[in-house]
């Protein structure tokens, strides 16, 4: 998005009146001084599920404590065509990066994660897809029946309000989607586009003719293919629908819930230890094999823990001072895949050889705590479109054009600022590449995991995960269709683009994210270890070879001028490579360093998310995903919350 465009978005939103609503303490004293039955770390995409749902109840007193400010007409936060505008900005974002990447020649990579009320629903590029069936069926291997497809699919639903196309589209009829799958009286809004390209069209027909075929479907677990992805967009307004101006909308006009802004969690406050893993037996003989016996031992375990850690409250800062809100029944850490576990650990909870490094005190060893780190990849390949398409860069080369849409945007919610990018497809490597080649890169992915030092559960996942290779009807690679320049090089002026970003969606690279010091307030440190499988660097490189395929294939092949990124002197695989390891950045998807599993694997959480080793701290948002699914997760996170919550009410009734 251009800064001219940026700047125009801003001036007309001066006219929009600023109101944040209620359900927001504004002194920290008064916040601490309240006797809360519940207390939410993370006003984020789960937090706010969490917390709304909790507050339905009027006897339960909630409090949710965030880093963040509340910025509801915020045009960087609820204009759909600026998304990525306000990541890298420390007024949004928490600013964290990786430590040097030696699979990408000691690269450090951004990893924008949201620092605001909604958390990173506020900053995500809005997609609303859920991934396969077969996916969440794998999870029963680390949570039981309960995490199924089937016992997840009521909580997507739960979560969403699903408006019909208002449109005709390049895609197919809208009444062929299934509907009997998606929400109908959900807090998030999701909707089709209401503005397409028309580069779209060529686009579509040609993945189509190197055998990607359309899916009118995804929604029903059967996620291959190219489609039309929904976005968290309230096409009544055109703008964002998100944690925020959702959940806590609705929850803030309830007197007991209670949001303090601008303050960060530093340590859950416990009395009690589980040093001794007094409940090992129980845990520790949890199966990864059955589903039933999973699902009970770890149940099993919530119910047989007479002794263990119990929080009694949360401690942290505002500015320089800090305070202590005290509660009655749980403490639920829905911080993010990045601070979750750098909470648990600053508390006592993780591997205790960490935690005495740092001179923390260890009450609860879960070495599993910031392990099994996992993030989809992507590389963006650009083309220059030959004169005559509309695409997102008209509001770059045509000042006059952005500025009337801006007038159409701020009137009536609709136009090109009212719309994000949305085709996307998902398919496996046997698509594009030959059987000797997948079968040489499922070699390479075996060697290299089995000289890793992987805990059994990131083991138990990438089982699965080969054999996922062999199954069609799982995606390995997304292509993210942009219609405009999203390119490492600088858009030239008065040209339109079209850009193919090829997302990795199963890595076999696993890292960790852990505390550095016992500065409860400086950054985690982050290694994702990307591209330290080999296998992960070798699809991305065959996957940009297949960008430029799709470019050189009629119809779209008819509608490119020329190659940008990477440039046609780019040919071999040397060339390529070199273009992947300087391109390649994360799609802001970490998940896994809480992870739900059996304990002895290296599960952090049980299958009602209870922390192990603790009476009352449960874990809800993408760090306890024990595999992560070709899928955006913005939907599955709802859904994590929604769940989660579903789990507090029945456990304390």
Partial sequence: MSSMSVKLVLALASLVPAVLGGGIVSDPSVFASKSFDYIVVGGGTAGLAVAARLSENSKNVVGVIEAGQHLPNDPLIFTPALFGAAQSQPQYDWMFETVPQPGLGGKVVEQPRGKILGGSSALNYMAFDRGSKAEYDAWTKFGGSDWSWSGLLPYFKKAELVHGAVVTTPWNDPKTVDTSVEGTSGPVQISYNDWYSDITKPYLNTVKSLGIQPSTTPENGDATGVYNCKMSVDRTTGRRSYAANTYHTIASARSNYFVLLGAEATK???????????????????????????DDAATADSAARPSGVTATGVTFKVGSKTYTAKVKKEVVVSAGSLKTPQLLELSGIGNKSILKKYGITPLVDLPGVGENLQDHVFVPNSFALKPGYTTFDILANNPTYAAQQNATYYKNGTGIYAATHSAFAFFDLQTFLD???????????????ASASLSTLSQNGLAIQLDAIKNSDLGQVEIIMYPGHFSPSAAVPGTSYISILMALQRPWSRGSVHIGSSNATAAPIIDPQYFNNDFDLQVMVKACQFARKIAQTAPLKDAVASFQDPPSSATSDADFTAYVKAAVEPVYHPAGTAALGARADGGVVDSRLKVYGTNNIRVADASVIPLEPASHLQSLVYAIGEKAAAYIIADNS
């Avoid at 000797?436 to 070699?443: A, F, R, S, W």
Wanted: hydrophobic fraction near 35%; avoid cysteine.
């Fill in 268 to 294: 859950i406050v416990t009395t009690g230890s589980s040093l001794k893993r007094d409940d090992a037996a129980v845990t520790d003989s949890a199966t990864t094999t059955d589903d039933a016996s999973t």
């Fill in 435 to 449: 059987g000797n080649t997948v079968t040489g890169l499922v070699k390479t992915a075996v060697s290299e995991a």
